[in-house]
């Protein structure tokens, strides 16, 4: 069991930056997958971004590639979301989502644990 707690959320105006934070209950590298999923209203979840279970590789969404980042302080149960150059589009609620498997996947019904998001806003 694996309890997920995302914080950092806010409101940014548009080219501005953001970090959100995951913290875990229990050490997830070598363990669990690590994923960012977001959903904005009226729309499904969408794939952000990801880490291996080995957390040696990193995916990324088509919206989040080249403005995104994702990593990970292990010493801390902590996976952050870097986001720059925010775009009104990137308005939505952020999920931090564990994967107990070995195989990364961007669909959301993979994932076992689920945090409960924090709500970014993105102003024009």
């Known amino acids: 069991q694996v309890q997920l707690v995302e914080s950092g959320g806010g409101s940014v105006p548009a080219g501005g930056s953001l970090r959100l934070s995951c913290v875990t209950s229990?050490?997830?590298?070598?363990?669990?997958?690590m994923a960012w999923f977001r959903q904005a209203p009226g729309k499904d979840r969408e794939f952000v971004a990801a880490?291996?279970?080995?957390?040696?590789?990193?995916y990324y969404g088509d919206s989040a590639k080249g403005r995104f980042t994702i990593s990970r302080d292990n010493a801390k149960n902590t996976v952050y979301l870097q986001m720059n150059s925010a775009k009104p589009e990137d308005t939505a609620v952020y999920y931090c989502?564990?994967?107990?498997?070995?195989?990364?996947?961007?669909?959301?019904?993979?994932?076992?644990?689920w945090g409960q998001g924090t709500q970014v806003t993105v102003s024009s």
């Open positions: 989502a564990a994967r107990d498997g070995t195989e990364v996947f961007e669909t959301f019904n993979a994932y076992d644990y």
């Open positions: 229990v050490r997830t590298e070598m363990r669990y997958i």
């Open positions: 880490f291996s279970r080995a957390g040696d590789i990193t």
